[in-house]
């Protein structure tokens, strides 16, 4: 045994490890220090106005949302989830992908479908008055799309795969005993999944719910579709309307306190938790037979009707009217540009992830702080996580150009904003969490004694890392890679504000014809964005079966 | 010195500015305005390079400070215009053709209009027929028309305008009154865009509804959606305020940026845009009215007839764009 190998002193390569993941972590909390600085930078009397009018609305809205979308998405998520990895039934095999396609789709594409279709002067309402003869709005009751309940419909629909998939990981990776013992024990399978099966999954579905809530908070184009103003409409506003930046990044720093809220809320819930089995068995499936397998069947496929197959369905209508007017080359680029950044995003992003966890797991400590902090920018409305961005970066260049200009080298321009490096910075503070996150549920699944069995065979820190962590994370790591790549694809807002001249994303295009009413040009470049998450979507499904394999 | 020259020309050669072309910081879609921009090219080989921002443009631009490569940045609206220039990021436009081009109310010290549209009020064909000519928009928030407006959020900056011209026009307490009025006669929550408003028209959600007038042209041509056509046909463009200050307008337009690092260039797109080429596109492809005294209106346009446009000075809107904000939030006009 090496004596400078103890888990108490790092040594070697591992000593730039604690200055490493410090420096990425103020990196990608940079942003959010910059906008708070400018938060109390001044004072107005717009905040007067918000409280006496609207903001306790705006709160109690925030608020109803953030409950209906997490509730909603648990009650899509987790029931298949355990059908999908306890039960044997018809099409199990295609469901389990298919479950995750609304991740392939943007959220504000598939609240304007549903309220383009569901809406008074919609498809659907206008059939059922032809075919019933009613005359007018006062004939008969329909749902009402641009409400706060349309609103958490479609947005837990799309954010649903997050806790199906984090649970379903849970429950492949449960003990075989325990749930043979229940059932030796006389207990009924709906018993096992309330009494074994979901108290287990509670850390999966904590974090599932922490992505979706930030994810929801954070924002503003979706929600507006139904008419719900909340807080990061307050932020907006105040911004963009009212010109008043330092109001508007206090409100958001409003958010993120309610952020570090959750976050924290979560860590403890599963503080004394240990959810790793030394030994473990795959998940044996019980077959279901008649109408409990064609129930099972049903439930399944109405989560992937709604979440993707009904919008993608009336995406290809849609697509199929301006297909001969389509600028094949210009979709190629966008394509290709929008697969480079979200390429670059998602390797930066989980690069970073595995440095945070690595240190969180040499230093718990201190660890969880850097990681905690870095994940913070996951909450912050695109928009205004882009002004931080703005401001980080064109400090260092004018710095720089100070710099060249005192040396004689002359002005050099904008090196770091208004360059992809500005997109690529904003996206990956944005989505570090899912990453963190990501990696934090492998780390959590191996056990310690396996780091302590590696430093008495003699092995380094690093060694430890590179020949016990890596491989066990690996599939962690590809999840978090394909996650952010998803994500990284259909954000919109810093790509909006960030981008440099004439670079068009799939996102941006999409947006700028929504916007303009023009919806029907923008549904083929909306499909060609699904079709690009595809692939994503079905290598998650294979990290998914490694997963079982993957520990002894 | 070696050293020197070539770290210099290694940054040079990465720096994000492009420096020979026009670079366009735009509010505006890009749809809209590249037939613009392409035209330019072709008439004067200067290229142009185009950022399309609707959010936090004044912002980025702010915090480029004296690196910024914008030369010049195009607007929806008075209020970005406005922004803009409070926060000093604008300069000067010294042109002699730009002032021939451009009557004096529509430009300001340091910005131009290059297109204006017009705020009507939409009636069912059917239920309502044309509104008289003394129908203003203050009728809007009388009883007798209690649930039968459709109007898109009050936040949106065409809505904005409007409320702030009232504000202009008839003091803050009026304004609020009116405000309140209207939204007790609201069909249904504010909600959509302009377009869906005229289709709500059409579906028999409500009798009126506020529009620009663009729109009205846009979906009467629409080709690839006929239905949009039907949308259109189903509904009578009117012009409130002829008999008394006239149709609210509200404009797009043009700001050369402070340091702009090309400005001669700018400056030389600038005036193709107020001149009779740009002003005609914006005529005939974008239906919105041209800027220019003697640029004809697109033929479709010009047979809505002649109108009486509120001649207020927009400084005057802009000024007020902030309380009218306000007033929408006191009344919970979206809620």
Redesign the interface.
């Known amino acids: 045994m090496k004596s400078n190998s103890t888990s108490n002193t790092l040594t070697g390569i591992a000593k730039a490890w604690p200055p490493l993941a410090w420096g990425l972590s103020l990196l990608l909390c940079a942003p959010i220090i910059a906008l708070l600085v400018v938060a109390f930078s001044d004072y107005s009397d717009n905040f007067r106005h918000l409280y006496d009018t609207v903001l306790f609305i705006y709160m109690r809205n925030s608020l109803i949302l953030l409950l209906g979308v997490c509730t909603m998405a648990v009650i899509w998520g987790v029931p298949s989830a355990w059908l999908i990895s306890r039960f044997e039934f018809p099409a199990r095999r295609i469901l389990r992908w298919a479950l995750l396609l609304p991740m392939a789709m943007p959220a504000y594409l598939v609240a304007f479908v549903y309220t383009d279709l569901l809406d008074y002067a919609g498809p659907i309402q206008i059939a059922l008055r032809d075919w019933f003869g009613w005359q007018n709005a006062s004939d008969y009751w329909f749902v009402d799309m641009r409400t706060m309940g349309g609103a958490i419909f479609v947005l837990s629909l799309v954010f649903s795969p997050y806790v199906y998939w984090l649970v379903s990981l849970n429950f492949s990776e449960q003990s075989q005993s325990l749930i043979h013992a229940a059932r030796l024990l006389g207990r009924s399978e709906a018993q096992v999944f309330y009494k074994v099966m979901l108290p287990l999954a509670r850390p999966a579905i904590a974090v599932g719910c922490t992505l979706v809530g930030m994810e929801t908070l954070a924002d503003y184009g979706t929600v507006a579709y139904f008419s719900v103003w909340h807080m990061t409409t307050a932020v907006y506003d105040t911004w963009l309307q009212l010109f008043d930046l330092p109001l508007a990044a206090k409100l958001s720093s409003l958010l993120l306190l309610f952020v570090v809220v959750l976050i924290t809320l979560e860590k403890r819930g599963r503080r004394h938790m240990r959810f790793y089995s030394e030994r473990q068995t795959p998940m044996l499936r019980v077959p279901l037979t008649g109408a409990k397998a064609w129930l099972a069947t049903a439930w399944c496929a109405l989560v992937v009707l709604l979440g993707f197959a009904l919008p993608a369905l009336w995406l290809s209508t849609q697509a199929v009217r301006y297909f001969a007017d389509t600028d094949w080359p210009a979709f190629a680029r966008m394509g290709i540009d929008t697969l480079k950044v979200a390429f670059s995003v998602a390797s930066m992003a989980v690069i970073i992830a595995f440095i945070l966890q690595g240190y969180a797991r040499l230093r718990p400590k201190r660890g969880n702080w850097t990681a905690r902090l870095a994940s913070l920018g996951y909450a912050i409305p695109g928009t205004v996580l882009a002004i931080g961005v703005l401001i980080v970066t064109t400090s260092i260049d004018h710095a720089i150009n100070a710099f060249t200009n005192a040396s004689g080298y002359g002005n050099v321009g904008l090196l770091l904003s208004g360059t992809l490096f500005a997109m690529a910075l904003a996206f990956s503070c944005r989505f570090a969490a899912i990453g963190i996150g990501a990696v934090d549920a492998g780390m959590s699944k191996m056990p310690h004694s396996y780091d302590d069995c590696a430093y008495l065979n003699g092995y380094s820190h690093s060694e430890t890392a590179r020949k016990i962590w890596l491989p066990l994370l690996r599939n962690s790591l590809l999840t978090a890679f394909l996650l952010i790549f998803l994500e990284s694809m259909k954000e919109l807002s810093a790509a909006l504000l960030l981008r440099p001249f004439n670079v068009e994303l799939l996102s941006t295009y999409i947006y700028q014809y929504m916007t303009a009413e023009r919806f029907e040009v923008a549904a083929l470049p909306a499909l060609l964005m699904v079709v690009i998450g595809l692939p994503p979507v079905l290598l998650l499904t294979y990290s998914m079966d490694k997963k079982n394999a993957q520990l002894p | 010195m070696r050293q ?1 020259i070539i ?2 020309a290694l ?2 050669a ?5 420096l020979a072309d026009v ?1 366009v910081y735009s509010y505006r ?4 305005i590249q037939p613009m921009l392409d035209a330019f090219t072709e008439e004067t080989g200067i290229k142009t ?12 631009i702010k ?3 004296a ?3 914008a030369d010049i940045v195009l607007t929806v609206d008075i ?1 970005r215009l406005e ?1 803009l220039v ?1 926060e000093g990021l604008t300069q000067a436009i010294e042109s002699e053709t730009v002032n021939a081009n451009i009557p004096e109310n529509m430009r300001g010290d340091q910005w131009v209009a290059l297109t204006s549209r017009a705020r009507n009020v939409y009636s069912s064909k059917e239920r309502v027929g044309e509104l008289p000519t003394s129908f203003t928009y203050l009728d809007l928030a009388k009883p007798e028309y209690k649930g039968k407006i459709c109007t898109r ?1 009050g ?1 949106h900056p065409y809505n ?1 305008s409007l409320i702030a011209s009232v504000i202009a026009h008839e003091g803050e307490a009026a304004a609020k009154t009116w405000l309140e009025g209207v939204k007790a006669n609201l069909a ?9 408003q005229v ?2 028209i ?4 409500c009798d009126y509804a506020l529009g620009n007038s663009y ?1 009205y042209g846009k979906m009467l041509t629409n080709e ?2 006929p239905e949009q056509k039907a949308w259109a046909e189903s509904a009578v463009i009117n012009f409130p305020n002829q008999e008394t200050y006239g149709t609210h307008m509200n404009v797009s337009g043009v700001a050369l940026a402070k340091y702009a690092p090309n400005k001669d260039e700018a400056l030389q797109l600038i005036e193709f845009l107020t001149a009779d080429k740009a002003q005609q596109m914006y005529a005939d492809v974008n239906f919105e009215y041209p800027v220019k005294e003697g640029v004809a209106q697109s033929d479709l346009v010009a047979s809505w007839g002649e109108f009486k446009q509120d001649e207020i000075d927009i400084n005057e809107v802009a000024d007020n ?2 309380k009218a ?2 007033l929408v ?2 009344v ?1 006009f ?2």
């Open positions: 020197k770290v210099g940054l040079g990465i720096s994000a500015s492009a670079n879609q890009d749809f809209l390079n185009t950022i399309y921002v609707k959010d936090g443009l004044a912002e980025r915090r480029e400070g690196q910024s490569p209020s922004e409070n959020s936040k904005l249904r929550k504010p909600q959509g865009n302009d377009r869906g289709k709500a059409m579906e028999g959600i729109y690839k959606e764009y902030s904000l306000k939030d006191e919970q979206d809620l």
